[in-house]
């Protein structure tokens, strides 16, 4: 086995590895695919072998292959097998595979549920880690149900690591297992005030991925939000915060009001663009949701476009982009502040950046007025013959039919300039949108009658000149518009100035190059144009002509009947036909012309898009009853009579050939009704809709102006449009002159405008159209629906999350933790159905709450805490504690978070809290904190027990690190156990020191000491420290300091900041100035304490220092929080430099023999201490170390953190002690020896 | 949330591919190709915003990229997240690989994508932002690197020798990112 084990080793060191196979890749150039494709083979060959650290290889390779775009999903079961491997190198390349090519369709992943559970639990917090990174990027509904108890756990990890990925994954799991997000939000909730920023910046994270989706169930969390937005000093937080605001704002109005102030102070004092950025938007969102009658809205209003000009008009292309963005949202719903600005959008479109030019685009469409519509359009025109990119372009025509088009034609005065644009538009070769242009003519000459003549006038010369669009390529987009230039042509042919001419066009051979549907339209219409050609000519004596018309058609339509496109075939042979037999009359001199046209008479309606959504299903009417009685049962099988109206259409399909009989029939013209319905292009025959069209101003009545101008040129390829602009320019002057003299006339002509009457904000009384245009409207059925909402995606993964997060949590809603199998079976008979009616119960519930008052509420609440305690006492049941141990304390655990969650008051009366928060308008700032107060309460219980659990915790990791640092010497280390006692006995733990050297039972007993010496004290907080040299940075030392919460209440938010001087230095993290304080990681609940420690760098030690600070905090009480602070001075005693260093007694010697040492000396009076007490202070609090002891002369030895050595020689003899002292720095030796005398003075 | 993390070089060869939401390889390599379309016509100096990738996401998302001398780092996001807050945090990552690489080049992410992605799942966790501290980052990075050599041990030496001696021809490629050379205005994010 072990000889296995060494060949496979050595085998493994000719295996390819990860570098190898990148470096054959590039080395194989021309046949990348073959090289790699031998190098699978290899893997697969890795893959069989025993060896894990093979498979692991092979594995590695093959997530660099699943980059290049190789499916791998067939070593998913090795990849499992890595993944659980014991080793974290191993591991952590099994994951990473899992992560990239692992999705729900993976069907190995069940097999992994146990083996990330075990990770989870993993006492190394790397494995932990690696599990959580990557589950998080393939958990599957099932993982998310079985893991969701333990990754819950997780969140309250010691590690702050640990608990960061914990709560980002929650997200995950709520994704996928919905059920889990009630029982875990509490514990979420907590997270927001965890002590580690990172973890509360990913509980942030996570309750704002979740409140974007459902903003309405976080409503009651805005006060937590809003403390947080205030105290925060992380830019990532704020910024989140901030975007979930925006989410909210639409939904609870006097939330914006609150937001408003704050928001403006961070605009007006942050330094960081993003932030700026994401508050100017969100005082857009508030604005928005705000409707008048706010006082300072203009201010706020000014303030952010002002803001965003500085940003657009910023060199940083980001910044401008950015700008243009948050410009358009204030569009929407103050386009006059945004207007003002209309230069400097246009100079935007100008820039040579794609992505603002577009930006720009969207603010355009709100910049448009009646005035200057031309204009803008003629500037966008102009663009369009300068863009390069097709995407652009098309961009660019999109936005011109959607600024004139935009709340139906509201700006266009004049369609004929309209029609111009369109027909312009045209001849933009190879766009996609040519089907959006022929659609905007269709509307146009359908809906605005009075144009008509001139768009088929236009349409006529588009067909003439056809073979111009359809020049280059089929798929050519632009032919599109041939289609809605024939059907113009055909519907209102009569316009026509030379329709047979047209006819010809629409005939010629060339045609049957288009596109089938197109094709199809070009032969109905030939045949309506036919009717038009030959009532005209029948007009005439001379009957040769009809009679050439006809022959045409004959001539000409048999191309058509060899169409490939069947309904091209179909209408084609159709009306070949037709024209046959016309002909057959015309030969009999038979006057035809009138029967013909019969056949297309009548006019089109449009009918508005979503109109047979909104028929309302009439009363009385069930769709779902029999029309005729039901066939008996007696009938055959095989004829299934019911399946006709039944779901089981599909599977019928086989028999509804053979038996169309009458009901079938009736239910297909039933169907091709609705869809005709459906399309506007159908008329309609119902009696009651054309009623709702003459509801309409009549349109026959309008006075229809003779339109003066000369027809345009019909020259293809001439730019029309722009004689518009001028012409219209003209017209508006003359109308000016006029309006005065004909006032009467422009009252009526502004009632017969009907809809535009109430038009935009900009008052343009005094621009009419050009012609009197009537925009019909579009049918809609009698008493539609009003409704116009648009379901949202059913598949939205969001949705199964919009669960209420403020009712109490129900028994049944625990999450599953691992039970064994006995337990399972017992208690499913009863809980599965108990599960189902409760979690069907609660929704009913929240409605109700919605609707009663708040008495209501309140006993329902009483209620609730009710039910819950009767449940804990089931919780007692027999079954229960079949589970083992391991189960009933989770159980218990769990029970405690939900049985601790209803009972403050606020969070399961959030909502009315919520209405206090915000209807407190007069004092914001008191009530909103006991509100915020009221709201921490639970997480602060909470905290009280963490920082009772961690303390041990961090005292036990505090020894290890020690021990790493510290040598092996036995005495060092005891020394070291004792000094943390030391501290400690402050707290009246007397313990003696016992100094390694002199463990002599008959000496006294030493007094308790404690190095902690006072920082400073008030009212709230004492801080004690100590200072201590860093051995392995010789330039660093370490104060550590112990804050006391003396207070009754809550301190948080400590920020501890020094005035550095120039020898000594605090330091800050990376990125951080000179005058930023550091925050103190942990928040003290009333008469706890904690220690924290902050690294100083120091240049020269030979003098003490002190350091000015200030420690400033948020005292929060019940009632109200109150900022306060407390100044401080550190003190570096050179003591403080000085290492605890053991030294030898010969080593000693020598170094004294040396002779580089300055020598110094002591002598202290009157000190009445024993000799061995007397050492041990020295040692204790000057840290030096015994060399040898020997009656009452003990020799004495230290080091500095710079590598000083310090001797010392005490003697002591009647009350009087003498140090005699050498050190190779002077200063240093003379400040110590101070120091000494100080300490022995002041006891 | 971000939907995807691609990084190709001036090419349009992938380095490093991560997307946070399931999609066959094929289509991956579709989205590679179109985005490093969109991305790579664009000069240096234009903004960093991108919308209209049509494959992956639609009208909420967007493509947030830098451009490192050879490489791109392309970020597909969503609105909730913040765009310049992302900008920023491609940087870090990026100062992040110069720091665990010591001057980082392509020839590093090449040659080592799995430790750029164990980087970068220090970073970016599930599609949301996990940790945006450098030192922090580093610092978790480093420890587990050297939980991996302690792992390693003896039995892991004469691989490495023999994978010492395969690197030493390496083909010679300029180093260096050179993130210091285009100085980058992005508004500091100070404290994070």
């Keep these: 086995m072990a000889l296995k084990i060494v060949k496979g080793s050595i085998d493994r060191m000719f295996d390819k590895n990860l570098q190898d196979l990148v470096r054959g890749i590039r080395n194989h150039k021309e046949d990348e695919a073959k090289y790699i494709s031998t190098c699978i083979d290899e893997i697969k060959q890795e893959l069989k072998q025993d060896n894990i650290a093979v498979k692991a290889n092979a594995v590695c390779k093959l997530t660099y292959l699943q980059m290049l775009g190789y499916d791998v999903s067939w070593a998913a079961f090795n990849i499992v097998e890595v993944m659980s491997s014991s080793k974290f190198t191993f591991k952590r390349i099994g994951y990473l595979a899992a992560s990239q090519c692992f999705h729900e369709g993976t069907d190995v992943i069940m097999l992994t549920t146990n083996q990330i559970r075990k990770d989870l639990s993993s006492p190394n917090q790397y494995d932990t880690g690696v599990a959580l990174t990557g589950l998080s990027c393939f958990v599957t509904p099932d993982l998310a149900r079985d893991l969701a108890n333990d990754i819950m756990t997780l969140m309250s990890h010691t590690k702050p690591y640990i608990r960061k990925k914990a709560v980002l994954i929650m997200y995950k799991v709520f994704l996928k297992y919905p059920e889990s997000l009630r029982p875990a939000f509490p ?63 639409p939904l609870e109005p006097r939330l914006g009001k609150k937001l408003i102030e704050p928001l403006t102070n961070l605009i007006h004092s942050t330094s960081a663009m993003s932030l700026l950025y994401e508050c100017v938007n969100t005082v857009i969102a508030v604005l928005i949701s705000l409707s008048s009658g706010m006082p300072n809205h203009s201010a706020s209003i000014q303030l952010c476009v002002q803001k965003l000009r500085i940003l657009i008009e910023d060199s940083d292309q980001n910044l401008k982009y950015l700008g243009l963005l948050a410009m358009s949202k204030i569009l929407k719903t103050h386009p006059k502040s945004v207007q003002s600005h209309k230069d400097l959008i246009l100079q935007c479109l100008d820039d040579k950046d794609e992505s603002i030019r577009l930006r720009a685009l969207d603010l355009l469409y709100g910049m448009v007025s009646k005035k200057n519509l031309m204009e803008i359009v003629k500037k966008l025109m102009l663009h369009v013959d300068k863009a390069e990119g097709t995407t652009y372009r098309d961009e660019l025509l999109t936005k011109i039919i959607d600024i004139c088009s935009q709340s139906n034609y509201q700006y266009i005065t004049n369609f004929e300039w309209y029609i111009s644009i369109l027909v312009e538009l045209t001849r933009l070769e190879g766009t996609r949108h040519g089907h959006l242009i022929a659609s905007q003519m269709l509307d146009v000459a359908i809906r605005v009658k009075a144009i008509r003549g001139f768009a088929v006038a236009q349409m006529a010369t588009l067909l003439d000149n056809a073979h111009l669009l359809t020049g280059n390529t089929q798929r050519n987009g632009i032919c599109e518009v041939l289609y809605a230039a024939a059907w113009i042509c055909g519907e209102f042919s009569e316009h026509l100035e030379d329709p047979k001419q047209t006819l010809e066009a629409m005939l010629r051979p060339k045609v049957a190059t288009l596109p089938g549907h197109i094709q199809a339209v070009y032969v109905q219409n030939a045949a309506k144009l036919f009717a038009t050609v030959l009532r005209s000519q029948e007009s005439t004596p001379d009957t040769t002509a009809a009679q050439e018309t006809s022959q045409l058609m004959i001539d000409r339509l048999p191309l058509f009947v060899q169409s490939a496109n069947l309904e091209v075939q179909e209408r084609a042979s159709c009306i070949l036909q037709l024209v046959k037999y016309i002909q057959k009359l015309q030969q009999k001199e038979v006057e035809v012309a009138e029967e013909v046209t019969a056949l297309f008479a009548g006019e089109l309606n449009p009918v508005a898009p979503k109109a047979q959504k909104k028929v309302p299903i009439p009363d009385g009417l069930d769709l779902d009853a029999w029309i005729n009685e039901p066939p008996s049962e007696s009938e055959s099988e095989d004829e299934k009579p019911k399946a006709v109206f039944a779901k089981e259409e599909p599977k019928h399909t086989r028999s509804r050939h053979s038996e169309v009989d009458e009901k ?43 339109i003066d101008l000369s027809v345009p040129l019909k020259v293809p390829g001439m730019p029309l449009s722009d004689q518009y602009l001028k012409m219209e320019e003209d017209r508006r002057q003359k109308e000016k002159d006029e309006k005065k003299k004909k006032e009467k006339k422009r009252k009526r002509e502004k009632r017969a405008r009907g809809r535009h009457v109430d038009s935009g904000p900009e008052s343009e009384e005094d621009i009419t159209p050009a012609h009197h245009v009537d925009i019909v409207t579009e049918e809609m059925p009698e008493n539609a ?194 000094r943390h006692h030391h501290h400690r006995s402050d707290r009246g733990e007397a313990e003696s020191v016992q100094n390694g050297t002199m463990e002599e039972d008959d000496e006294e007993p030493l007094p308790p000491m404690s190095n902690y010496c006072l920082l400073a004290e008030n009212a709230y907080v004492k801080m004690v420290y100590d200072i201590q040299g860093n051995l392995q940075d010789g330039s660093q030392v370490v104060v550590s300091i112990i804050f006391q919460n003396m207070s009754s209440s809550f301190l948080k938010s400590m920020e501890f900041n020094v005035l550095d001087s120039l020898n000594s230095k605090l330091q800050r993290p990376e990125g951080a100035t000179p005058h930023d304080g550091l925050t103190v990681p942990f928040q003290l609940p009333p008469g706890v304490s904690n220690e924290a420690r902050f690294v100083f760098s120091v240049q020269s030690i030979v003098m003490p220092q002190k350091l000015k600070g200030t420690l400033t905090f948020i005292v929060k009480s019940d009632d109200s929080s109150t900022h306060e602070k407390l100044d401080f001075k550190l003190h570096f005693t050179c003591t403080s430099y000085l290492i605890t260093t053991p030294c030898y007694s010969d080593a000693y010697a020598k170094l004294l023999e040396s002779g580089e040492l300055k020598s110094s000396s002591l002598k202290l009076e009157g000190v009445t201490m024993p000799f061995h007490h007397l050492l041990a202070r020295i040692c204790f609090h000057h840290h030096f170390s015994v060399v040898e002891r020997i009656d009452s002369c003990a020799s004495m030895y230290s080091r500095s953190i710079q590598g000083h050595h310090v001797c010392l020689l005490v003697k002591t003899a009647a009350e009087t002690v003498s140090i005699d002292a050498k050190c190779d720095e002077l200063m240093l030796l003379e400040n110590v020896l101070e120091e000494i005398k100080q300490t022995f003075s002041q006891s | 949330m971000i939907k995807a993390i691609l990084i190709f070089n001036n090419h349009g060869k992938p380095r490093l591919i991560r997307f946070y939401q399931y999609f066959a390889e094929d289509m991956q390599q579709q989205i590679i190709r179109e985005t490093f379309h969109l991305v790579s016509k664009r000069d240096d100096n234009v903004c960093n915003f991108l919308e209209g990738g049509s494959l992956i996401g639609g ?106 001696v395969k690197n030493m021809n390496l083909p010679e490629i300029p180093r260096n990112i050179n993130i210091g050379d285009i100085n980058i205005k992005v508004p500091s994010l100070s404290p994070f």
């Design chain 1, 187 to 249: 514990r979420l909730k907590e997270k927001l005030e965890d002590p580690d920023p990172g973890v509360q910046s990913a509980a942030v994270n996570v309750i704002c991925e979740l409140a974007r989706r459902n903003p309405k169930n976080y409503l009651s969390l805005a006060p937590l939000f809003f403390k947080l937005m205030t105290s925060s000093t992380n830019n990532w937080v704020l910024i989140k915060i901030i975007k979930l605001f925006g989410a909210l704002t």
């Design chain 1, 664 to 706: 079938e029939l009736a239910r297909r013209r039933e169907a091709r009704k609705q869809e005709q319905a459906n399309n506007p292009f159908y008329i309609k025959a119902s009696p009651s809709s054309q009623k709702v069209y003459q509801d309409t101003p009549g349109v026959e009545h309008i006075p229809v102006v003779q």
């Design chain 1, 785 to 978: 629906l009003p409704s116009d909402e648009d379901e949202k995606d059913p598949n939205d993964p969001h949705k199964a999350l919009d669960i209420d997060l403020d009712k109490p949590l129900t028994d049944s809603e625990k999450l599953p933790t691992r039970t064994h199998r006995s337990a399972d079976v017992l208690k499913s008979p009863g809980g599965d159905g108990d599960g189902v009616s409760i979690t069907g119960e609660p929704k009913k519930k929240t409605r109700k709450e919605k609707k009663e008052k708040k008495k209501a509420k309140d006993k329902e609440r009483m209620r609730s805490a009710e039910d819950k305690k009767t449940k804990k006492k089931h919780k007692h049941d027999p079954e229960e504690e079949e589970a083992n141990i391991h189960e009933v304390v989770t159980l218990v655990k769990a029970d405690e978070t939900q049985s601790t969650e209803p009972l403050p008051p606020s969070v399961s009366a959030g909502a009315s809290d919520l209405d206090f928060w915000l209807t407190s308008d007069a004092a914001p700032s008191g009530i909103q904190e006991a509100v915020a107060a009221t709201n921490t309460e639970m997480p602060t219980d909470a905290d009280l027990g963490e920082v009772k659990d961690m303390e041990p915790e961090e005292m036990k990791s505090k020894h290890k690190k020690k021990k790493l640092k510290k040598e092996k010497e036995e005495m060092e280390k005891k020394k070291k156990k004792k």
């Design chain 2, 59 to 164: 009208s909420d998302y967007k493509l947030i990229y830098r451009h490192y001398a050879t490489l791109y780092f392309v970020f597909c996001v969503d609105s909730s997240e913040s765009e310049l807050g992302i900008l920023d945090l491609i940087q870090v990552f990026v100062e992040t690989l110069d720091k665990c690489f010591e001057n980082v080049c392509e020839l590093d992410l090449i040659f080592h994508m799995d430790k750029v992605h164990y980087i970068l799942q220090e970073v970016v966790m599930g599609g949301m932002v996990l940790e945006t501290n450098m030192n922090e980052i580093v610092a978790q990075v480093e420890m587990q690197n050297r939980m991996e050599k302690s792992e390693g041990g003896l039995s892991a030496a004469p691989a490495r020798a023999v994978s010492a």
